[in-house]
């Protein structure tokens, strides 16, 4: 039985190389399907990766305060947009005192600006460095982590010290030369001295998350004046079971502060961070149901390809087909000749899609900078449909050609 097995495979290999242009044409075929499906796939993990990395350090215990813009539908006149007023630093002074639920820690900040100079003896950075005004809980809430030096404490908020906690690139451009704490920086020609240096997160979407500076809030404020500037109140719950109750409390202590009546809907926005990962990563979902549409439709095509060169290869080898029948193949032997052909196409096919998908989707995880990694499932997943690719192609073309008279295939010219 092995020995039939390995002779049926060889010649089904020998038939492979007798029609080499249609078969390699076909090959093509199925792994241009192939390619669609793993290329997509790998750049959907990818993404899920680098969004699950960003957003799940903040972890799921973690909620914040914000403005946000809704649309309210009005009679007869379709929508309108309505958009919410800022959180006044007042505002957000005020939630901070009132919010008193067991087992928070409240934070507020706000981004000074996004494109700073920041200065260090002669040197100093391109205009791109974030700054942002923070208080003593804003590290932990955000689910960063100092690995040199010290965070702020509430002594330097309090007094408004001229300290700051770098981000780790300045580690590997404007002070990579010397130890960054204790050494004095410019920014807007205020000095401040460095007392930590944040853990590396890389880059969102392209942005590094890596070139900013923390500075005391007060001092923030002092150094960035402009109009509307909006602030974030985040809250860290130290058990996770109290965070549904300590959003709800969250809630009515915001209305309580912007004096809205009970009718009034809110204008601010409360959103949980594991609402936003997840959020996020349903719309990627679709991208994936988007790769299985063009890889189906496009394999569909493979596989009425590759039904018609089985069908054509039967044709054309009647004669040969006759000679073995009349030498005694039986025919199970003949049609697992010409199926075990059809399979070898499809593999090479899924193989070829396979390599040829990883790379494209390598490439563009690279180019706009997300995390990859293989996409076994996609992988699994081609060789699935490569393998159904082929017993549907392959079937009919096998039976035709077991079923052949040995007699009228003998006379086939």
């Known amino acids: 039985m092995i020995g039939l097995f390995k002779e049926n495979v060889k010649i089904a290999l020998g038939s492979v190389r007798a029609q080499l242009l249609r078969t390699i044409l076909t090959v093509l075929i199925i792994a241009i399907g192939i390619t669609a499906l793993v290329g997509i796939l790998t750049v959907v993990s990818a993404l899920d990766n680098t969004i699950s990395k960003d957003f799940a350090s903040m972890g799921s215990n973690t909620f914040t305060v914000n403005q946000y813009s809704n649309l309210i539908r009005t009679e007869g006149r379709g929508q309108i947009k309505k958009i919410n007023p800022i959180i006044s630093y007042p505002e957000a002074k005020a939630f901070r005192e009132r919010f008193t639920y067991p087992f928070t820690h409240t934070s507020i900040s706000f981004t000074a600006t996004a ?13 791109e460095v974030s700054v942002i ?35 780790s690139d300045f580690e590997k451009e404007l002070l990579k030369d010397v130890d960054p704490i204790n050494q004095t920086i410019s920014i807007r020609g205020a000095k401040f001295k460095v007392i930590g240096v944040l853990k590396a997160k890389g880059s969102t979407f392209g942005n590094s998350q890596d070139l900013r500076v923390l500075i005391p809030i007060q001092v923030a404020r002092t150094l960035f004046t402009a109009p509307n500037i909006n602030y974030t109140t985040s809250v860290m719950v130290d058990r996770k079971e109290l965070l549904d109750d300590a959003i709800d409390n969250a809630t009515i202590t915001m209305r309580k502060v912007r004096k809205l009546n009970p009718v009034e809907e809110d204008n601010f926005a409360i959103s949980r961070s594991d609402d936003l990962i997840n959020k996020i990563l349903g719309i990627t979902q679709y991208l994936g149901i988007s790769a299985w549409v063009i890889g189906v439709i496009t394999i569909f095509g493979s596989t009425i390809a590759l039904m018609n060169i089985m069908l054509v290869s039967v044709t054309e080898r009647t004669r040969e087909i006759g000679t073995r029948k009349a030498l005694g193949a039986k025919k199970s032997t003949i049609a697992m000749q010409f199926f075990i052909e059809t399979m070898v196409i499809g593999q090479l096919g899924g193989l070829i899609g396979v390599v040829l998908g990883i790379l494209i989707g390598f ?12 996409p076994w499932l996609a992988i699994l997943s081609a060789f699935i449909v490569c393998f159904i690719v082929a017993v549907v192609s392959g079937s009919y073309p096998a039976m035709k050609a077991a079923k052949l008279d040995p007699i009228e295939a003998l006379r086939y010219e």
Request: proline share 3%; hydrophobic share 35%.
């Open 115 to 127: 494109n700073a100079e920041v200065k260090f003896e002669n040197d100093k950075t391109d205009p």
């Open 133 to 167: 005004g923070v208080d003593d809980n804003y590290i932990p809430n955000s689910g960063l982590e100092v690995v040199k030096g010290r965070n702020l404490n509430s002594f330097d908020i309090e007094n408004n010290s001229y300290v700051c906690v770098l981000g």
């Open 363 to 374: 490439g563009i995880a690279t180019a706009i900078d997300f995390q990859f990694t293989i």
